[in-house]
């Protein structure tokens, strides 16, 4: 007499390995679907031409010889112009989190009787940010990736590999 063929080992392991692959596949496209990577572009076109105007203006930073230093010692931001003389009437500075985008804040700084531009911030700020140093215009840009908080002053200085 014959056994039926659910008793039979070999019947199951040939199920079974097809069945994982099938329930594999359904679960990954799944996860794909309900969590998309916010990163992803969907028309590099338009980025790049995007980075290629971000780094026109970093060129024009270099161009107008332009440098700053940053301090942020306590809860106190200090940004001064050097090598310069020229006086801005505002600067655009932009803090942006590595990981964390609702951590990202803008501040819009005039200067002081030196020419200094201070802010007091309300709360210490700490860890690294990518900061970026823009004219009211938005003609030039510097921007850097710095950990804070910086007790000594650090350069600003246009470089157009960090503007990508």
Known sequence: ???????EPWAWLVFI??????VAGISTYII???NPDPLVVGDYYKKGKAINLEVGKVKMAQKLGLR???QLDGNELIIKPTG??????LLNVNFAHPTLAEQDFYLALTPDGNGHFRHQFEQPVGG??????TSFEGHWKIQDTVGLPQKNFIDFIPDPIKAQ
Request: hydrophobic content about 50%.
């Open 1 to 7: 007499m014959k056994d039926s063929w659910y008793r």
């Open 17 to 22: 390995l097809p069945f994982t692959a099938v």
């Open 32 to 34: 794909a679907n309900t």
């Open 68 to 70: 700053f230093a940053l």
């Open 84 to 89: 310069i003389e020229k006086v801005f009437p």
């Open 128 to 133: 690294k940010w990518k900061i970026t140093l």
